[in-house]
């Protein structure tokens, strides 16, 4: 106990005293006990002063768990000499039930399908030297439940098909972001807002599910680049630099990357 206590001095410019207390108590439980964690079990494993009550307080109270999680890594995990990437993914729990909140059928990779349960948006710091992952921001993600979201545009009543008259080519670098793109890069920012000057981050490291244009935009509002495996359904062409055919309009688009 007092071996965790001293690490947690750290963050007691972000929670009170009594928190403090109260989180070493349940870090001390959580790495003693076996089985599955409850908060009856976190009771009986914290001894003396972390009673049921105790935890209770502790799950109530509103923590910034994100400064939190940046002092602890930042004061015990990180040199001062570290090259810092930035990586986010989606992880998706298993819950049965009907009223947990945000509980909804969401794909995932290791089931190979869409199975009911929770997911989390989970962006995490890599070390290069170190070579280990630090997650800092853990957030839940809930479908978008306004039907006008995913509504389709209605169609112009004696439109014809195809291109419009007189439209002009769309800029690839202007994208509406989709409120599923919105929501990972507020956090984005709000991670990059946390660090600060401490460390310089200029990567961005996801899945395939980013692979695209909408999704590299996104990413580079934020100041950072994204690396990322392409989507099944883009495409990536290196710019032409041929010779003009003498006919026709310019070309944009040379050689198609496999």
């Known amino acids: 106990m007092p071996e965790i206590m001293s690490l947690l001095g750290c963050v007691s410019q972000c929670v009170g005293s009594a928190t403090l207390r109260q989180l070493g108590r349940v870090i001390d439980a959580l790495l003693s006990m076996s089985g599955r964690v409850t908060m009856r079990g976190l009771s009986r494993w914290a001894g003396k002063g972390g009673s049921y009550r105790t935890v209770q307080r502790l799950f109530t109270t509103s923590v910034n768990w994100c400064q939190l999680n940046w002092l602890l890594i930042r004061h015990h995990l990180l040199d001062a000499d570290e090259v810092v990437l930035m990586s986010g993914d989606h992880v998706v729990v298993t819950k049965a039930g009907k009223q947990t909140y945000g509980l909804d059928r969401f794909f995932s990779s290791l089931a190979g399908k869409a199975v009911p349960g929770l997911c989390f948006l989970t962006l995490s710091l ?123 309009p310019h070309r944009k688009y040379g050689q198609r990357l496999n």
């Open 126 to 248: 890599l070390s290069v030297k170190r070579r280990t992952s630090s997650p800092v921001v853990i957030e839940q993600v809930t479908k978008v439940s306004d039907a006008a979201a995913h509504a389709k545009p209605a169609k112009k009543a004696g439109g014809r098909r195809g291109r419009p008259p007189g439209s002009k080519n769309r800029n690839r670098r202007e994208v509406a972001i989709s409120p599923a793109l919105r929501f990972i890069q507020e956090h984005i920012q709000r991670l990059l807002q946390q660090i600060g000057d401490a460390f310089k981050v200029a990567y961005f490291i996801f899945d395939g599910e980013l692979g695209h244009n909408d999704a590299m935009q996104m990413v580079r509002q934020v100041g950072l680049h994204l690396v990322s495996k392409l989507r099944y359904n883009s495409a990536l062409y290196l710019p032409y630099a041929g010779p003009y055919a003498g006919r026709g």
